[in-house]
C-alpha cells in the first residue's frame, strides 16, 4: 500500500463489523416501535426494562435492521392496584477536564525552544527563523530559553520577545503573550435535570404521565443544551376481549455546538486572545497556519442553536377473541424534524479575516412510519407441550425532506436581522427528498416441554426499495434450542443450568437510497473540468445551459447483504442463586457485502456504483459471572465481571475491490489473515545516529536524529515494497468489572471497564513529536523538548527539523503504540431514608446519592498518547461530580 501524501493520520476504526460501510448501531424498538435514531430524546427515567439480542436467532424477527443486534426497551406504565404514584428526581452535575487526558502543550519559552532547536537542526540562523513568526530571540529583555547547537557542539542562550518592540505583528496590536488556549475556551460545566412522573392504575386503565427538563451548561464556553421532553402511556379495556393503548412522548431540545478543539491544541501560546483595544479578538500572524482564534469561533456561534422536535410512539388495538389468541395491529411513529440558523459574522484576526456576512438556513424532516399485525396463539398438546405461534406482516416506510437557503451581505449583523430576506448579495436555495419502503412477512414457533427443551424456529421475509428488482426481496431464517440440565441433575447446589444453540440468517440494507440507480447532476461550476454548462448558443456571457454528467452507475442487481450466525452458550445459577452468569461463543461470517469500492480515473464519469463483495468472518467469546451475598452483619454485596474477546478476519475480496482496501506488495487482507482496519506502512528501526549511518541506509533524504525505516527486503533502497502490516485493531480482549456494596441504608457503587493488548495510532504524536510535520507555527506538545540532539542521543523522540524532506509522517510503527488501559467509570455513593422517616412525610422511598464519572483512568507506560481512547483531536473526556435526590410518594 503506498501513501503518497506527506502526513497522514488514521483513527482505529469499528472493528467488531457487520459491514465495511453501514452503521455499526443497534436496532431499538421501544415500546414495539423500530428506531435507528439517536437516543438522547428519550428520558432515561422513563425506562422500565432494557434487554439486547445479540444473537441472529432471538433478533431475526426484527428483520433486516437488526443485522447489528436489538436493544429492547419497555417503558414505564402505571401498576395495577395502585394508587396515585409520584416521582420526582433533581440531579445537578459539575463538570471538568480529566487533566489525564489532555495533551501536555508547550507554553510560550517551551515553544520558542523548540522553534529554535528545529532551527539550529537545520543548519539555520533561529533568529531570522523566529521573526517569521512574530518572535524576537535577540531581545534584550524577555523569557530566557537555551538550545543545543550542533555546529559549535554546546547551548546557545536567547532572550524571547515579541519581534516588534515586544509586539508580534507589525501593526503592534498584539504583544507577545503566553495563552493557555484551553483555559480560554473552557469553564466548569453545569448540567441540571429534572423529572417528574404521575402514575396509576384501574381494572380498566392505566396511565403514566412524566416531564422532563435537562439544561447542560458544558465546559466549553458558549456551548450549551437545553431539552423538554414529555411523555403519556395509557392502556383501556373496553371489555373482556378488546384493549386499546398507546405510548407518546414529544421532545424538545436546543443546542448549541462548537468544535474548536484542535485549534486550541494548535492556535501559538504568543497569540495573545485579544489585540490590544480589548475587543478584537487576535489572530495569527506572519508565518502562522492561518487558524481561526477559538475563542472567537465559539464567541460568534453563540447564537446558531440547532432546533429539535421529535414525536415518537404507537397505538395498539388487542383483541383477544379466544383463549390463546391475542390478535395486535399497532401503528408506530417517528417524526424528527431540526433547523439551523448558521451565520458567519465578519472579523479581522490579523492575517485572518471573513469580509462577507453570510446566513445558511437547514431544515431537515425525517418521518418514519411502521404498521404491524400480528397474532400470537398459545395452546398446548397434552399436558407437557406448550407451543406459541406468532404470524404477522409489518410495513415500514421513511420519507426524509432537506430544504437548505443561503444568502449573503448583511447591512446590519444582528441575530434578528440577518435573515435570507435581508441580504443584499447573493441568495440561493437548495434542496432534496428521499426515503425507501421495507414490506416484511414474518412467522415464528416456540416449543417448550416440561421446561426441559425449549426450541424456537423463525422466517422472515423482507423487501426493501433500496435494492433492484432483481433482488428486491431476501429470505433470513433462524432456530435455537435449548436444554435445561438443572431439571435432571440431582445437585441443591444447582439452582438453574442451561445450554443453547442457536443459528440465524438476517440481512442488511444500511445503504444509501439511491443505492440502485443511475445518478445524474447538472453542475454550473467554474472547473472546466465538471461543468456542464456550455456556451451552445454563442451568447458570450449570462448564464449558460446546462447539460448532466452521471456520478453513479446503475445495479439492478444489487442484493441483501446477509450474516449467518452460529452461537453456543450456557446460563448457570448456583448456591441459592448467589452464583450466577453465562457463557457465549459465536461465529459471525457476512457474505455479499454492499460497497461502494473506489475506481480507476480511466473509467471516467460514473465509475462510483454499488455493488455486493467482500465476505468477512468474526469469531468470539463473552463471559460474565457474578456473585451475591448477605453477610450476617448485613452487608450486602453483588459482584459481576464480564470479558469478551472477537477476532476478524476478510474471507474474500473481489479482484476490481483489492486496491481499495489496505495491502502490501504481496498480499491483501484476504491473503494476509488479517483483520478489518489494519493498517500497513514502515517499520521503524530507531533513529541516524550520525551521517554516515544516514548516508549508507538508501533512504531517501535520511537525516542525522530522524527515523530509520528498516529495509525489509534487503534490497538496500528504502522503497514501497519495504512495507508491512503494522496495526491490528483488534484487542486481545475487553474486560469490566461491576461492584454494588450495601450497608443498612447506606449503597455504593463501582464500575470498571479495560482494554487489554490493544493497538493505538497515536495521531497526537504528529503534533507532540514533530515541529514540522503539521502546520509548522503552530502550537507543540512539550513531549519534543526532550526530541534527539547529539548531546541527548538516547532519546526516542526524532531531532526536530523545520522541513519534512524525509516524509517521517508516513504511516510507521512509529506512531503505533500497544498496551493496556482501565477508567472508572462510575463510582456512586447513596442514602435511602428510613423507613419511620418516610411514614412521617408520607413518601415511599427517599434517596440522596453523590456520584462521579471518568474519575481515573490507569494506562501501560508503552502509551505516550494522553487518552488511549481519544487519540486524534476530538473533545476530550469529561469527568463530573453529580448531586442527585430522588422522591417518590
Known amino acids: 500500500m503506498v501513501y503518497h501524501s506527506r502526513t497522514r493520520e488514521y483513527s482505529a476504526p469499528c472493528v467488531r463489523l457487520n459491514s465495511f460501510n453501514s452503521s455499526q ?3 431499538f424498538v421501544i415500546d414495539g ?25 432471538s433478533a431475526s424477527i426484527y428483520g433486516s435492521r437488526a443485522a447489528n443486534g436489538v436493544i429492547i426497551i419497555t417503558t414505564k406504565h402505571g401498576k395495577k392496584g395502585s394508587k396515585l404514584n409520584v416521582d420526582f428526581s433533581a440531579n445537578l452535575t459539575a463538570q471538568f477536564y480529566n487533566s489525564q487526558s489532555m495533551m501536555k502543550l508547550c507554553n510560550t519559552s517551551e515553544y520558542a525552544t523548540a522553534m529554535a532547536q528545529a532551527a539550529l537542526n537545520d543548519g539555520l540562523d533561529p533568529v531570522a527563523y523566529a ?30 520577545n515579541g519581534a516588534y518592540d515586544g509586539y508580534i505583528n507589525a501593526k503592534k496590536t498584539m504583544r507577545l503573550s503566553d495563552t493557555d488556549w484551553l483555559d480560554e475556551i473552557s469553564r466548569t460545566g453545569f448540567m441540571q435535570n429534572y423529572d417528574l412522573s404521575l402514575s396509576g392504575a384501574t381494572d380498566k386503565f392505566t396511565g403514566l404521565f412524566s416531564a422532563g427538563y435537562k439544561k447542560n451548561d458544558g465546559i466549553l464556553k458558549y456551548s450549551n443544551f437545553e431539552n423538554f421532553s414529555a411523555r403519556f402511556n ?27 478543539m484542535e485549534n486550541a491544541l494548535k492556535m501559538s501560546p504568543t497569540v495573545p486572545v485579544y489585540e490590544e483595544d480589548g475587543t478584537t479578538f487576535a489572530g495569527p500572524v506572519g508565518g502562522m497556519s492561518d487558524r481561526q482564534n477559538p475563542l472567537r469561533e465559539m464567541y460568534m456561534n453563540r447564537d446558531n442553536a440547532l432546533k429539535i422536535w421529535r414525536v415518537f410512539g404507537n397505538a395498539y388495538v388487542d383483541v383477544k377473541p379466544l383463549k390463546g389468541l391475542v390478535l395486535r395491529s399497532n401503528f408506530g411513529l417517528d417524526y424528527y424534524h431540526s433547523f439551523v440558523r448558521s451565520m458567519n459574522h465578519t472579523f479581522k484576526s490579523d492575517i485572518v479575516n471573513n469580509d462577507i456576512p453570510s446566513t445558511t438556513l437547514t431544515a431537515h424532516d425525517d418521518v418514519r412510519w411502521t404498521w404491524s399485525n400480528t397474532a400470537n396463539y398459545n395452546f398446548k398438546i397434552a399436558r407437557d407441550h406448550d407451543f406459541t405461534v406468532l404470524a404477522g406482516m409489518e410495513l415500514h416506510k421513511q ?5 437548505g437557503a443561503y444568502a449573503q451581505s448583511f447591512v446590519i449583523e444582528d441575530k434578528d436581522y440577518m435573515w435570507p430576506d435581508a441580504a443584499t448579495g447573493i441568495e440561493r436555495a437548495t434542496g432534496i427528498g428521499s426515503g425507501y419502503s421495507l414490506a416484511s412477512f414474518f412467522g415464528k414457533v416456540d416449543y417448550n416441554w416440561q421446561d426441559l427443551i425449549l426450541a424456537s424456529f423463525t422466517i422472515r421475509r423482507d423487501g426493501s426499495s433500496r435494492f433492484g428488482k432483481n433482488n428486491r426481496y431476501g429470505n433470513f431464517p433462524a432456530a435455537t434450542l435449548g436444554y435445561r440440565l438443572s431439571k435432571n441433575l440431582k445437585a441443591n447446589w444447582i439452582d438453574d443450568l442451561k445450554i443453547r444453540a442457536s443459528w440465524g440468517k438476517t440481512g442488511n440494507q444500511e445503504i444509501s437510497n439511491t443505492a440502485r440507480y443511475g445518478l445524474y447532476v447538472a453542475d454550473y461550476g467554474l472547473d472546466r473540468v465538471t461543468s456542464t454548462a456550455y456556451d451552445l448558443y454563442r451568447q458570450g456571457t449570462g448564464v449558460f445551459p446546462s447539460g448532466f454528467r452521471a456520478t453513479q452507475t446503475a445495479n439492478d442487481n444489487l442484493k441483501w447483504e446477509t450474516t449467518i450466525q452460529y452461537n453456543v452458550g450456557a446460563d448457570f445459577s448456583l448456591l441459592s442463586q448467589e452464583l450466577y452468569g453465562s457463557v457465549d461463543a459465536y461465529i459471525k461470517d457476512v457474505k455479499d457485502m454492499l460497497i461502494s469500492p473506489a475506481f480507476l480515473g480511466a473509467v471516467g464519469e460514473g465509475g462510483s456504483t454499488w455493488s455486493n463483495g ?9 463471559a460474565s459471572v457474578g456473585y451475591r451475598h448477605i453477610t450476617k452483619y448485613g452487608l450486602r454485596y453483588d459482584v459481576t465481571a464480564n470479558i469478551d474477546f472477537f477476532r476478524n478476519k476478510v474471507t474474500y475480496l473481489p479482484s476490481t475491490t483489492t486496491g481499495s482496501y489496505a495491502h502490501t506488495m504481496k498480499e491483501n487482507l484476504v491473503q494476509s489473515k488479517k483483520p478489518y482496519g489494519s493498517i500497513v506502512g514502515y517499520v521503524v528501526d530507531g533513529l541516524f545516529q550520525n551521517s554516515e549511518e544516514a548516508k549508507a541506509s538508501g533512504q531517501p533524504n535520511a537525516r542525522v536524529g530522524g527515523l530509520k525505516y528498516a529495509d525489509l527486503d534487503h534490497s538496500g533502497t528504502i522503497d514501497a515494497k519495504d512495507q508491512t502490516w503494522i496495526f491490528d485493531p483488534v484487542p486481545d ?13 447506606f449503597d455504593l457503587s463501582m464500575f470498571f471497564q479495560g482494554v487489554c493488548g490493544v493497538d493505538v495510532y497515536n495521531n497526537q504524536k504528529f503534533q507532540t513529536d514533530f515541529w514540522s510535520l503539521t502546520d509548522a507555527g503552530s502550537n507543540k506538545g512539550n513531549r519534543m523538548l526532550g526530541a534527539w540532539t547529539e548531546d541527548n542521543t538516547s532519546s526516542k523522540i526524532p531531532a526536530l527539523t523545520t522541513n519534512n524532506t524525509g516524509d517521517e509522517g508516513r504511516a510507521s510503527t512509529y506512531f503505533v503504540e500497544h498496551g493496556n488501559w482501565m477508567k472508572l467509570r462510575t463510582l456512586q455513593l447513596g442514602y435511602n431514608f428510613s423507613d419511620s422517616l418516610l411514614k412521617k412525610l408520607h413518601m415511599t422511598s427517599a434517596r440522596v446519592y453523590v456520584s462521579g464519572q471518568n474519575l481515573f483512568t490507569w494506562k501501560s507506560s508503552s502509551f505516550t498518547i494522553s487518552d488511549p481512547e481519544n487519540p486524534n483531536w476530538a473533545y476530550p473526556h469529561s469527568s463530573s461530580v453529580s448531586f442527585g435526590l430522588q422522591l417518590s410518594f
Open 25 to 27: 448501531d443497534p436496532l
Open 234 to 260: 395509557s392502556t383501556y379495556n373496553v371489555n373482556k376481549i378488546v384493549s386499546v393503548g398507546e405510548n407518546a412522548t414529544v421532545t424538545y431540545s436546543k443546542q448549541v455546538n462548537s468544535a474548536p
Open 33 to 57: 416501535v423500530p428506531t435507528t435514531t439517536t437516543l438522547n430524546s428519550l428520558n432515561m427515567n422513563d425506562i422500565e426494562s432494557m434487554q439486547v439480542l445479540k444473537d441472529a436467532a
Open 399 to 403: 420519507t426524509v425532506e432537506d430544504m
Open 733 to 745: 480482549f475487553n474486560w469490566g468489572l461491576n461492584v454494588q456494596l450495601g450497608y443498612k441504608n
Open 614 to 622: 467482500p465476505s468477512l468472518r468474526n469469531v468470539g467469546m463473552e
Open 131 to 160: 521573526h517569521n513568526y512574530g518572535l524576537d530571540l535577540n531581545a534584550s529583555t524577555g523569557r530566557t530559553i537555551k538550545a543545543y547547537d550542533p555546529a559549535s557542539k554546546s547551548y546557545k542562550t536567547y532572550t524571547v
